[in-house]
C-alpha cells in the first residue's frame, strides 16, 4: 500500500493541475511526502514504517466465545500501515507513539484501541449485528450497504451451503422476496434446469429472465458449484442493473466466487449424503373401483361397459385372490398395448414404477490462502444425483474445479485469474423412444392397474417397465471451461483501471441410442414397444462466448464528500455451432457409433452467433454518507436489431437520504438506529429477441416427413413475415424503498415499491384476418406494468455468548397488467389493454342439476341435452342462455374473471438459533395467493376426461367425488353431493368442464424447504485432533407441504407441469423428491 | 516507467475509440435470405418438397376411414352427424399452405432467367395441383371463401375481402388443375413419387363432380349457389375422367381370380408396378428411423375390430350375385347370420367384410386361423368389441409377417384409378348423357374384376329399398356402385354432403349391425328387429344433423370480429 505513496508525490508535484484527480491530493497526510525517496521498492517488508516508528506491538484478537480471529486487519488509524492476525489470531505490529489501533474484520464491530504504553494490546472483537458496514457486490464494483440506493438484495453464500441440493436454481429458490426459481418441463429430474425470474412477467414474448453472472460474467448457472460462492447479490430495480444496459433488463444475479485470504492457510472438506424419495407421485385406485367407474362414465355417454362382466369378474378374482392369473390364460395379452385393457390385474403403476429411492452424494473440497503479495482459492466439487425409477437408473453428476489467484505483482498493479471447470455426465434411459422419456410420465399415470406385470411364464408384460430397463440410453456431457484475466491498474490512489478478458467454452455432447424394447406378450410373442431398429444420434454443440472489458474509475473522499466516477466498455460476441448425425442399421448395440452403423445416415448443423457492445458510466456521490446519489447510462448495441435500430441508451439515477444521521435523529435513535429512503428512475433495454428477427430467411428442413423416389430429401419453407424495424423493449423502473434498523440493529426492516413499466414491448402489428396465412410481424407497440412490493424483516439477537439465533421474514409481489396492445376488436382471448396478467375467464357455476326438468338458462351452446348429475351455469347478463357472446369485452356473454394463474406474495421465512455447539436453521418457502384451473386434459384432476385412453382414477383426490344418482347400485353407491358432475367417456363431457367458480383451485403453498441440525466441535477438541473447525450435521429438504390442492397435486411440479407455464403436459412430470441428508464440515 | 500505469490506464479509452464498426453486423449462418431463393429448379424442387406431407395425403386409416358417415360405426357418435357441433368461437382458418404456394407463384419467376420452362414446369405444375387440393378442403369445409393468389402482407386490401363464392372458388381449383395437367409429368411413374399429369386430371374430375353435384342438389337451399350450372362442372368432371381412362395408362387391377382381387388390392406391400394405384405412401423404417410421422400398424391394429365395425346399411348395399339388390333377389338368404348374408352376394361383400371362413391370421409357421375365431369371441373383451358386429378387412393382410406393431412398412393407397371410373359414370349419368358404351369403359371394369354381371342401363332391376327414390333407377344404382366399390375408402361422408342425401340417410337414423342372435356375449342394444343398434340410450331419436347448418363448418366468431366483411354459414 505505502509504495504507492512515493508515485503520487510526484504527481502532484510533477503532473500539476493537468489531472483533476490532482486537486484531491492535497488532503493527504503531507507526512508522507518524506517517504518519496523510498522509491519503488518490490520488498512488501514495511519499511517505511519502520523508519518512521518506534515502538513494536503485539497480541491477540479473539472473538466473543474466546475463540481466535484469523485475518483481523490491525491497522494504525489516519495512516496506512497495517497487518493482519495469524491463523492463531496474533500479530505484531511496528507503530508510531501515542497511535491508535484499528482492528476491523467483516461480521464485527470495527474496534479502536490507543496503545497508550501497552506492548501488548489483545482485544476481543463483538460480533457486529449491524450489517451497515457490509459491502455489497454491484455491477463493476463493490458499495457500502449503508450508501446503496438501488434495490440490491444481498445473499451470503453460508445460506445456501449444506444443503442437498445441487445446483444453484434450487438453492437460491425463496432466499430472496420476487426472485423466482421455477422449475421446467424436466421438474425434479437428476440435472434439471430452473428457470429464473425477478419481479415477475417482464414481457409478454421476449423471455425476461434476469442477467445471470458469476464474477463478471455471463454463465451457465446450472454448472457452477452452490460451495464455491462467496455471496449472490441480487439487483432488482434499474438503477442497480442500469449499468448493464441491455443485457440485463429484468435484473442481475451477481455471483461471486470466493477469493483467499490474506494470512490465512485453510483447508477446508465439506460433504453431503442423502437418501432421496419421490414425492407427489400418484397412486391408483383398486383395480375394481377403477373399472366400475369407467363402465359408468361410459354408461352415461350411451356406449357399452369398457370392461365386460367377465373382465370385471377376473378383476375381482384377481384381487380376493380367487384367481390366480393377470390376465385370461384363454385370451392372452396378445398386443403391446392391450394389457391396460385386458388385463385383470391390480398394480398401483405410478407407485411401482416411480418408488424409488436413491442415494446421492456431494463432496466439496477447497483450500484458499494468501500472503501480502498473493492470494488464492482452489476448490473442487463433485455431485452424484440419482433419480427415481424404480426399473431403469437415471443419474447426474457434476465435477467442478475452481481457481481464483490475485497477485498484486506491483503496487500499482493487480492481476487476476479466475479458471472454472465444470463438467456435467447425465444419464437417462430414452424412455418411451418415439417420443422422448417425458411421455413416460404420462403413461404411468393412465396406464389402467388392471395392465399385467408379468406373464403368466413370469417374463415380463409391462411396456413401461420394459421401457425404464431397455430402451437405450440418452447420455449427456456438458464441458463448461471458463477463464477469466484481469488487472487492475492503479496509477493514482482511488483510480483503478480494470481490464478483464473472458472466455467461456462450453461444449456438449449428446449420444441416444434408442433400441427395440421387445416386451413378451401372453402369447408368447414378442411386440417392440421401442425402435423399429436401433439407431444412433451424435450430437456435437460448442458455445463460445467472449467478452472483453475495461472500466476505469476514480474514487475520493473529501471533507466528507465522497465522489466514485466510474466509466467503461464491453463487448461480447457468442458463437454457436452444432452438427448433430444419426444412423441406422448398428452392427452391434455393444458398439453405437456413426461408424459401426451400415444403415441410412442423416447429418445436420446449425449455427448462430450475436454480438453486443456497449459503453457505460457511473457517478456516485454522497455528502457524510448522509445524502447519496447515483446515475448511471449505458449506450448499447446489439446484432439482433438492424443497424438503424441498433443503439439504444439507458439512463437512470437514484438518490437516497440517511434520515438517521440527521442531528435531530439521536431522540429516537435507541428505537430507530438507522433509517435510510431511497428512490429510483431509470430505463433499460430488452435485446431478448430472436436472432435474427428483422431478415427473412427460407427455413430449410433436412430430412422430408415423407418418403419422395425413396429418399426423404430437404425442403424449403417460406419466410414469416417480419418488421425489419424492430428495436429494443424498454422497461422503466420506479423503485422506492427504505432500509431500517431497530433496537440496536437487531431488527432490521427493507421495503421497496416499484412499478415496472415495459414499452415499446414486441407485441403484433394488429391481430389480422386468417387469408393472411401466417402469424402477424410483431412491432414495438405494446406496453405492459408491472407492480409490486419486497418487503424483509429480519431479527437477529445474541442472548448470551453460547446462544444467539435469527429469524428473517420477506414477502414480495408483483401484478401485471397491459397497458397497450394492438388488439382493436378487444378479443377476450388474447392481450387487451386493461388485461390482469393471469387472469382466468370462465363462468360461474351454479350447482348440479339434481332432478329432471328442472329450471335452468338455456344452455344448447355447450351441449344439446342436459339432465341430473350435470352442472348449471349462472345466466349473468339474464338473456336466459348460458353463451360465450363474441368473446369480446364488449360482448363476453356470462363469462367474466374468476381468478388470476399469477402467483402473488412469495414469501419465505428462514430462522437459525445456535446454542454452544449446536445450530439449527430451518427455511420455509411459499406462494400466498394463487389460483389454478386445471385444464380438462388433466386427469391428475379430473380423472376421467373424454375417452378412456388418457383417464386415470387416483387416491387422495376428488377424481371419484363425481355425481351419481341417489339410486346408484354400483360399489360406488350413491352421490348427489359430489364435487364433480357426470363423467361421460365422449366429447359430451365438456359441458361441465367448461372454465367456471366451482373448480378453481387455491394453488397457494408453504413448504418447508430444509431443516437443518448441526453440531460444532468446541475449538479446543477440534485443535487436538489437528482441525480448525468441525461441524456435523443432518439435513431435510421438502419435509412438509401445506396445500389446499388436491392430494394429488404437488404445488410446485404440478402447476410446472401445465404447459401454460411451459411444462410439457398438465400433471405429467417428473417428481420432487423429500431428503434426508447428513454431512461433515471439516476445515484443517 | 513510472507513467507506464497512467499510459496503459489512458488506452482503455484508445481501444474503445479503436472498436470494429462490423462487430455487430452478424447475419444468419445456417440460413438462406429469401433473396437468394428461387433461382434454380433445385430450389423450386426443394420448395414443393415440403408439400408433400400428411396435409394432403392422409394416412390410409386403420379399420377404414368412413366413421363420419353411415358406412361405419365406432364407439362415439360422430357429432356432425349427431348435430352437437358448437360454434368455433376462438379458432381461426388456416390459410398457412396456401400461403405457403402463393409465395412460390410469387416468386419462382426468378428462375426464368437462367432456366428453360421444361426445366422446372414439373414443379410449377405442382404447385397449381397443390394449390388447388388447399382450396378443395377449403370448399369442402367453408363453401365460399377468399380466393388469393399471391402473398399477402398485413396492408394487403385482400385481408378484408368478402368470401368470394363457392362457384368462383371450384371455378379456379378446376382451372388450377388444367395448369397442373399440362405442366406435370405425364409419365406413369412408380406412384410414390411427385404427382403427375393424370393424378391431377384424377383431382380434377373428383372436384368437377363435387361442386357439380353440389350445385345440382343444394339448389335452393342456403348452401346453393346463385346461379347453379351444374351440367358445366358435371363435363367438366366427365372431360377429365374421361382423358384419364382414354390414355390408357391405368387399367383396374386384376388378375383373374375375382374371389381375391379387389381384396388383394388394399393388402399389396408395394404398387410400384400396380395398374391400379396411381399415388400411394411408402413406408420404410431405415429412412424414418421410428420417427412417429411414419408409424403404421394397420395390420396389425387390424387384427381385432377394436371397437370398429361396418354397419348394417353398407352390408346391406351389396346386390346380389345375380345383380339384383338383396329386397328382390330371390339368392338372399337372409339377415340370420352373417354366413347366411354373405352366400350368392356381390364377391366385394366378403373382400370388405370378414367372414367366417375367411383366413384371419397367416402365423409365420403356416398355420392358419380363421375370422369365425374373432366372431366366435366377439365382445369378450375391449379388443373384440364390434358394435356394429361386421368386421372391416380392406386393407388387411392375413399374413403374421406384416403384423408389426408401429413399425408395419404396409404402404398406404392415396389414389386409385378406380375412382375415375366411378366419376365418369356419375357425372355421365347426372348430366343424363349416360350410354352402355360410357358404363362399359367404366362400371363394367370394376364388376368384371369381382365377377358380377355388367350393369345393364336397358334393365335396372328396381329395390324397393333404394336411398334415393325421387331419383332415377341409374343415379340410384351408380350411387350403390360406388359406396360398394369405394367402402372405407373416406369417400361416403364427401358424397352425401354433395348429394344433399342427410336428409334421406343421416337424420332420425341410428347405424345398425347385424343380427345380434349370432352374438354369444352382447352388451350392445338391439332394435325391435334383432339388429344391433348401439346408439340406442346415446341418441334415443337418432342423428340429430341440422339440415339447414351441418353441411358446412362454422367460421370462427373471433374472424368474424376480425372482418367485418365475412359472413357467417348458414344455421351457425
Given at each position: ?258 477469493k483467499g485470504q490474506q494470512g490465512k492457510v485453510s483447508v477446508e472438506y465439506n460433504n453431503n449424503f ?385 434520515i438517521s444521521g440527521e442531528e435531530f435523529w439521536r431522540s429516537i435513535e435507541t428505537v430507530v438506529n ?411 | ?535 340406442q340410450n346415446a341418441m334415443p331419436n337418432g342423428y340429430g344433423f341440422d339440415l339447414d347448418r351441418d ?22
Open positions: 500500500m505505502k509504495k504507492r505513496l512515493p508515485f503520487y508525490c510526484r504527481v502532484k508535484t510533477q503532473c500539476g493541475v493537468g489531472l483533476l484527480a490532482a486537486a484531491f491530493f492535497s488532503a493527504h497526510p503531507i507526512a508522507y511526502t518524506s517517504a518519496a525517496k523510498a522509491g519503488f521498492d518490490s520488498s512488501f517488508e514495511l519499511p517505511l514504517y519502520q523508519q518512521m516508528a518506534n515502538i513494536t506491538i503485539s497480541g491477540t484478537v479473539q472473538d466473543g466465545n474466546g475463540e481466535a480471529l484469523p485475518g483481523v486487519t490491525v491497522s494504525v488509524k489516519g495512516t496506512n500501515m497495517g497487518t493482519a492476525t495469524d491463523l492463531d489470531g496474533g500479530y505484531r505490529l511496528t507503530v508510531p507513539e501515542g497511535a491508535i489501533l484499528v482492528f476491523s474484520f467483516i461480521g464485527f464491530e470495527t474496534l479502536e484501541m490507543p496503545i497508550g504504553g501497552n506492548k501488548v494490546v489483545d482485544v476481543v472483537l463483538r460480533e457486529d449485528m449491524a450489517s451497515l458496514d457490509e459491502v455489497v457486490v454491484v455491477g463493476y464494483g463493490t458499495q457500502k450497504k449503508m450508501t446503496l440506493t438501488g434495490s440490491v438484495d444481498a445473499i451470503s453464500g453460508d445460506e445456501i451451503r449444506n444443503r442437498p441440493a445441487v445446483n444453484m436454481g434450487d438453492l437460491m429458490k425463496g432466499a430472496s422476496p420476487n426472485l423466482n426459481i421455477t422449475m421446467g418441463m424436466r421438474g425434479g429430474e437428476p440435472g434439471s434446469t430452473s428457470s429464473w425470474n425477478i419481479r415477475g412477467l417482464g414481457s409478454i414474448n421476449a423471455n425476461a429472465s434476469p442477467l445471470i453472472l458469476v464474477d463478471g460474467v455471463e454463465v451457465n448457472i446450472n454448472n457452477v458449484d452452490p460451495e464455491s460462492v462467496e455471496s449472490v447479490s441480487v439487483l432488482k430495480d434499474a438503477s442497480a442493473s442500469a449499468i448493464y444496459g441491455s443485457r440485463a433488463p429484468f435484473g442481475v444475479v451477481l455471483i461471486t466466487t470466493k442423502s437418501m432421496n424419495s419421490p414425492i407427489g407421485v400418484a397412486s391408483f385406485v383398486d383395480a375394481l373401483t377403477w373399472a366400475t367407474a369407467y363402465n359408468q362414465a361410459n354408461a352415461n355417454a350411451g356406449l357399452t361397459p369398457v370392461y365386460s362382466d367377465e373382465q370385471v369378474e377376473r378383476i375381482r378374482g384377481f384381487m380376493n385372490g380367487t384367481f390366480p392369473y393377470e390376465y385370461d390364460p384363454d385370451n392372452p395379452i396378445d398386443n403391446i398395448w392391450a394389457g391396460r385393457r385386458n388385463g385383470n390385474a391390480n398394480y398401483d403403476w405410478p407407485q411401482i414404477l416411480i418408488g424409488n429411492t436413491s442415494f446421492n452424494q456431494k463432496h466439496h473440497i477447497n483450500l484458499s490462502g494468501g500472503t501480502e503479495r498473493t492470494n488464492y482459492y482452489l476448490s473442487g466439487g463433485f455431485v452424484d444425483q440419482n433419480g427415481v425409477y424404480k426399473y431403469g437408473n437415471d443419474n447426474y453428476r457434476r465435477f467442478n474445479f475452481l481457481s481464483n489467484v490475485n497477485s498484486r505483482v506491483t503496487d500499482w498493479l493487480n492481476v487476476k485469474t479466475g479458471i472454472k471447470y465444470a463438467k456435467g455426465l447425465a444419464d437417462y434411459p430414452v424412455g418411451q423412444t418415439t417420443v422422448g422419456r417425458e411421455h413416460m410420465m404420462g403413461e404411468v399415470i393412465t396406464f389402467a392397474p388392471m395392465m399385467p406385470m408379468y406373464n403368466i411364464n413370469g417374463t415380463i408384460q409391462s411396456p413401461l417397465l420394459r421401457w425404464q430397463q431397455d430402451s437405450g440410453r440418452d447420455k449427456f456431457e456438458t464441458n463448461d471451461f471458463f477463464v477469466n484475466l484481469g488487472a487492475d491498474v492503479e496509477p493514482l490512489k482511488g483510480w483503478v483501471t480494470s481490464f478483464s478478458f473472458n472466455h467461456n467454452i462450453i461444449n456438449s455432447r449428446r449420444m441416444i441410442h434408442p433400441k427395440p424394447v421387445m416386451v413378451e406378450l401372453g402369447t408368447g410373442q414378442f411386440g417392440n414397444v421401442g425402435k423399429p431398429e436401433s439407431s444412433f444420434e451424435s450430437s456435437y454443440n460448442q458455445t463460445n462466448y467472449t467478452l472483453i472489458n475495461m472500466v476505469t474509475s476514480y474514487e475520493k473522499t473529501m471533507n466528507n464528500h465522497f465522489l466514485n466516477v466510474l466509466a467503461g466498455y464491453e463487448q461480447e460476441a457468442r458463437h454457436y455451432t452444432s452438427m448433430s448425425a444419426t444412423a441406422t442399421g448398428l452392427i452391434t448395440d455393444e458398439v453405437p457409433s456413426i461408424s459401426t452403423a451400415l444403415g441410412e445416415k442423416n447429418v445436420t448443423d446449425a449455427l448462430n452467433h450475436w454480438a453486443t457492445q456497449g459503453v457505460f458510466g457511473r457517478v456516485n456521490y454522497n455528502y457524510k454518507e448522509k445524502y447519496l446519489f447515483e446515475a448511471s447510462a449505458r449506450y448499447n448495441g446489439s446484432s439482433r436489431f438492424a443497424p438503424d435500430n441498433r443503439w439504444g441508451f439507458f439512463p437512470s439515477a437514484s438518490a437516497g437520504y440517511f438507522s433509517f435510510k429512503i431511497r428512490g429510483s428512475y431509470g430505463s433499460l433495454g430488452n435485446q431478448n429477441v430472436g436472432l435474427y428477427s428483422y431478415l427473412a430467411t427460407m427455413g430449410v428442413g433436412a430430412e422430408l416427413n415423407w418418403i419422395l423416389d425413396g429418399q426423404r430429401p430437404q425442403f424449403a419453407s417460406p419466410p414469416g413475415l417480419i418488421s425489419s424495424d424492430l428495436t429494443w423493449e424498454t422497461i422503466t423502473t420506479t423503485n422506492i424503498g427504505f432500509d431500517a434498523g431497530f433496537l440496536n440493529e437487531r431488527l432490521q426492516v427493507t421495503f421497496d415499491w416499484y412499478n415496472r413499466v415495459t414499452t415499446d414491448m414486441l407485441g403484433p402489428t394488429q391481430q389480422l384476418p386468417y387469408p393472411l396465412g401466417v402469424s402477424t410481424p410483431q412491432m414495438n407497440n405494446a406496453e405492459l406494468s408491472n407492480k409490486g412490493f419486497e418487503l424483509v424483516l429480519a431479527w437477529r439477537d445474541r442472548i448470551s455468548p453460547d446462544f444467539s439465533y435469527d429469524v428473517k421474514a420477506s414477502i414480495g409481489d408483483s401484478r401485471a397488467k397491459i397497458l397497450k396492445y394492438y388488439n382493436e376488436k378487444e378479443l377476450i382471448d388474447t392481450w387487451y389493454p386493461g388485461k390482469m396478467v393471469g387472469e382466468i375467464w370462465g363462468y360461474t357455476s351454479d350447482g348440479m342439476i339434481q332432478v329432471e326438468g328442472e329450471e335452468m338458462p338455456d344452455q344448447s351452446r355447450f351441449f344439446a341435452t342436459w339432465g341430473p348429475g350435470d352442472i348449471k351455469y349462472v345466466d349473468l347478463n339474464g338473456d336466459g342462455k348460458v353463451n360465450d357472446g363474441s368473446r369480446t369485452l364488449s360482448d363476453h356473454g356470462d363469462l367474466t374473471v374468476i381468478g388470476n394463474t399469477s402467483p402473488r406474495f412469495n414469501y419465505n421465512i428462514t430462522g437459525s438459533v445456535r446454542w454452544k455447539g449446536f445450530d439449527v436453521s430451518m427455511f420455509w418457502q411459499g406462494i400466498g395467493k394463487r389460483d389454478y384451473f386445471p385444464p380438462n386434459t388433466m386427469q391428475l384432476f379430473w380423472g376421467m376426461l373424454n375417452a378412456t385412453g388418457s383417464s386415470g382414477l387416483y387416491k387422495n383426490s376428488f377424481t371419484l367425488d363425481y355425481w351419481r344418482p341417489a339410486g346408484e347400485t354400483n360399489m360406488l353407491g350413491p352421490n348427489t353431493d359430489a364435487y364433480f358432475a357426470k363423467p361421460y367417456f365422449s366429447a359430451e363431457t365438456n359441458k361441465n368442464r367448461q372454465v367456471q367458480t366451482r373448480f378453481v383451485q387455491n394453488a397457494a403453498y408453504l413448504r418447508l424447504k430444509n431443516l437443518q441440525i448441526g453440531y460444532t466441535l468446541p475449538s479446543q477438541l477440534a485443535t487436538k485432533i489437528s482441525l480448525q473447525r468441525a461441524r456435523v450435521y443432518v439435513s431435510g429438504e421438502n419435509l412438509l407441504t401445506f396445500t389446499s390442492l388436491p392430494g394429488t397435486f404437488d404445488p410446485e411440479t404440478t402447476l410446472a407441469s401445465d404447459p401454460a407455464n411451459n411444462g410439457y403436459q398438465p400433471g405429467r412430470i417428473y417428481p420432487l423428491s423429500r431428503v434426508f441428508s447428513a454431512g461433515l464440515n471439516i476445515t484443517f | 516507467m513510472k507513467r507506464l500505469p497512467i499510459y496503459i490506464s489512458l488506452l482503455v479509452f484508445v481501444g474503445i475509440a479503436a472498436c470494429n464498426e462490423d462487430f455487430l453486423d452478424r447475419y444468419p449462418l445456417d440460413a438462406i435470405s429469401d433473396v437468394n431463393y428461387f433461382t434454380t429448379p433445385d430450389d423450386l424442387e426443394t420448395y414443393m418438397n415440403s408439400f408433400y406431407s400428411t396435409t394432403y395425403f392422409s394416412k390410409y386409416p386403420n379399420h377404414g376411414a368412413d366413421f363420419n358417415s353411415d358406412n361405419q360405426v365406432g364407439t362415439n357418435v360422430d357429432t356432425r352427424l349427431q348435430g352437437t357441433r358448437v360454434i368455433n368461437t376462438s379458432g381461426s382458418i388456416g390459410f398457412g399452405w396456401i400461403r405457403r404456394v402463393n409465395y412460390f407463384f410469387d416468386n419462382y419467376k426468378k428462375v426464368e432467367e437462367n432456366y428453360a420452362l421444361e426445366d422446372y414446369q414439373q414443379y410449377l405444375g405442382e404447385a397449381y395441383f397443390f394449390r388447388a387440393l388447399s382450396y378443395y378442403t377449403m370448399l369442402q369445409d367453408y363453401g365460399d371463401i377468399q380466393w388469393i393468389t399471391h402473398e399477402l402482407k398485413t396492408d394487403s386490401p385482400e385481408l378484408y375481402n368478402p368470401r368470394d363464392s363457392r362457384d368462383l372458388v371450384a371455378t379456379n381449383i378446376i382451372a388450377a388443375l388444367d395448369s397442373a395437367a399440362m405442366y406435370l409429368t405425364a409419365e406413369k411413374t412408380k406412384g410414390q413419387g411427385r404427382v403427375n399429369k393424370w393424378m391431377a386430371l384424377l383431382i380434377q374430375s373428383r372436384v368437377a363432380l363435387y361442386e357439380g353435384t353440389w350445385q345440382k342438389y343444394h339448389a335452393n337451399t342456403p348452401f346453393g349457389v346463385a346461379n347453379p350450372q351444374p351440367e358445366k362442372y358435371l363435363e367438366k368432371a366427365a372431360d377429365a375422367a374421361l382423358e384419364l381412362i382414354q390414355s390408357g395408362v391405368y387399367d383396374i387391377y386384376s388378375t383373374g381370380n375375382p374371389e381375391s382381387d379387389y381384396y388383394d388390392l388394399f393388402a399389396l406391400q408395394d404398387y410400384s408396378n400396380n395398374s391400379e394405384i396411381m399415388f400411394w405412401r411408402e413406408y420404410n423404417n431405415e429412412l424414418s428411423r421410428g420417427n412417429s410421422n411414419f408409424t403404421n400398424d394397420r395390420n396389425h391394429r387390424m387384427e381385432f375390430p377394436n371397437d370398429n365395425s361396418i354397419t348394417k346399411a353398407l352390408a346391406d348395399a351389396y346386390l346380389c350375385i345375380d345383380g339384383r339388390p338383396i329386397a328382390v333377389s330371390p339368392l338372399f338368404k337372409g339377415h340370420e347370420s352373417l354366413m347366411d348374408e354373405k352366400d350368392n352376394r356381390d364377391p366385394r361383400f366378403y373382400q370388405n367384410i370378414a367372414t367366417h371362413d375367411r383366413v384371419w391370421r397367416i402365423h409365420k409357421d403356416g398355420t392358419r386361423e380363421y375370422w369365425k375365431a374373432v366372431y366366435d369371441k366377439l365382445n369378450t373383451n375391449a379388443a373384440h368389441n364390434s358394435p356394429g358386429g361386421y368386421i372391416n378387412i380392406k386393407g388387411y393382410n392375413p399374413d403374421m409377417n406384416y403384423h408389426v406393431q408401429q413399425y408395419e412398412e404396409s404402404p398406404g393407397i392415396i389414389y386409385r384409378y378406380a375412382e375415375a371410373l366411378l366419376n365418369y359414370a356419375e357425372a355421365k349419368a347426372e348430366l343424363g348423357t349416360i350410354t352402355q358404351e360410357d358404363i362399359d369403359i367404366s362400371i363394367k371394369k370394376l364388376r368384371d374384376r369381382v365377377g358380377m354381371p355388367n350393369f345393364d342401363l336397358g334393365n335396372i332391376v328396381q329395390d324397393p329399398n333404394w336411398d334415393f327414390p325421387d331419383l332415377s333407377p341409374v343415379i340410384n344404382e351408380i350411387r350403390r356402385e360406388r359406396r360398394v366399390e369405394l367402402a372405407t375408402e373416406g369417400f361416403r361422408w364427401d358424397d352425401i354432403a354433395r348429394w344433399a342425401a342427410a336428409d334421406e340417410l343421416i337424420v332420425g337414423r341410428r347405424p345398425k349391425g347385424f343380427n345380434a342372435s349370432q352374438l354369444a356375449i352382447n352388451p350392445f342394444p338391439v332394435d325391435e328387429n334383432g339388429f344391433l343398434d348401439p346408439f353441411y358446412l363448418n362454422s367460421i370462427p366468431i373471433t374472424e368474424i370480429v376480425l372482418n367485418p366483411n365475412l359472413t357467417q354459414n348458414p344455421g351457425w
